[in-house]
């Protein structure tokens, strides 16, 4: 193992040292914070044989979850080459569609009692280690809404799923890794532990997990525009928050100087690991704008209407390769602001 993740004051440390060490970008300060992308998708597979079609192939007509898995990987040094020192990776994925209301297919590690798939986290551990020899940090995440059906309204099940994939991931010996509870714990959640108002148990029920005298570093995100609540922020080891809808640069300024004033809160690193907002040409965006607030931002990229498969990182099949305009344009922003 190779690359220990850890958190000082509000910024972030690798192998001791402070990420992007010493770099300002007009005049804004870069060392500590950890510019990310979304690929919750890079172990996705669909175990519902009546759905899994949908998501052959262009070249192929057939689905290959580890034809999936291996072309995210083979990308991986190319988007660290461009300062991108962080991705998020989802044991529930997202929707294949950017947008999903009805999510029919499977994309679950996680079986109804909280057991672990090992197909799945079989792809994760190729991921872990690849990400882990190239110096870069994994923000994983456990549960996504679209999936939480799989656990059948059982809050038990769900706990043990926590315990699973924590003991898990303590047990690969890495120490590249954030974990994520779930993703946007406010939008379309049933079951109360993974709501705003219980998913700090969640968080605490990880943080107390330990192997060796190692835990994980633990929060969980927010839909697009909203801020962390105060029962979160006294548990959580950083802070995620989302831009997605957000069009005002101005907004995020202003999500960031929130986080910081939430009633137990204390200097924490901030990260938004989603956002949809582009404009990677325009003089001010949600990008500058978060980095200039001293908070991660993260690039959320999906295959619009009409758009061709070599738009989009979520949706599926992946296109993993930096192969649109607008991939080109976060990742040239990314590689300008970080100075790699």
């Not at 999903?100 to 090992?118: C, M, V």
């Not at 839909?223 to 957000?246: C, E, K």
Request: some cysteine; hydrophobic content about 35%; charged content about 25%.
């Amino acid at each position: 193992m190779s690359t220990k993740v850890e958190i000082q004051g509000e910024g972030f440390l690798i192998n001791g040292t402070p990420t992007y060490e010493g770099r300002e970008w007009h005049g804004k300060k870069i060392e500590g914070l950890l510019l990310n992308t979304r690929m919750v998708q890079g172990i996705f597979d669909d175990v519902n044989p009546d759905t899994v079609q949908q998501f052959a192939y262009p070249d192929t007509g057939v689905w290959d979850a580890d034809r999936n898995t291996s072309e995210f990987i083979d990308m991986l040094p190319t988007y660290k080459a461009h300062g991108v020192l962080a991705f998020d990776i989802n044991l529930q994925g997202g929707s294949p569609y950017g947008y999903s209301t009805d999510q029919p297919w499977i994309n679950s590690a996680f079986e109804s009692d909280g057991s672990l798939r090992p197909a799945f986290m079989n792809r994760l551990a190729r991921v872990l280690k690849a990400a882990d020899e190239l110096g870069m940090v994994v923000i994983v995440g456990l549960f996504y809404f679209g999936q939480e059906k799989v656990f059948e309204g059982n809050e038990d099940a769900v706990r043990k799923a926590v315990d699973n994939a924590v003991e898990w991931l303590l047990a690969t010996g890495h120490e590249n890794l954030l974990l994520e509870i779930n993703n946007e714990c406010n939008i379309r959640y049933e079951l109360p532990v993974m709501r705003p108002e219980g998913v700090h148990e969640l968080i605490e029920r990880a943080r107390a997990i330990t192997l060796d005298g190692r835990r994980l570093l633990v929060g969980t995100s927010y839909g697009g525009g909203t801020i962390p609540g105060s029962n979160v922020a006294r548990v959580s080891d950083f802070m995620l928050i989302h831009g997605n809808a957000q069009e005002d640069p101005n907004i995020i300024r202003e999500m960031v100087k929130k986080t910081r004033q939430v009633e137990g809160y204390t200097p924490k690193p901030i990260l938004f690991n989603e956002d949809d907002h582009f404009d990677f040409d325009r003089p001010d965006n949600n990008f500058i704008a978060a980095v200039g607030e001293y908070a991660s931002w993260g690039y959320f990229d999906y295959r619009m209407k009409g758009e061709t498969f070599e738009q989009g990182y979520q949706s599926v099949p992946v296109n993993w390769g930096i192969s649109s305009a607008r991939k080109r344009g976060f990742f040239g922003l990314a590689k300008e602001i970080s100075g790699y």
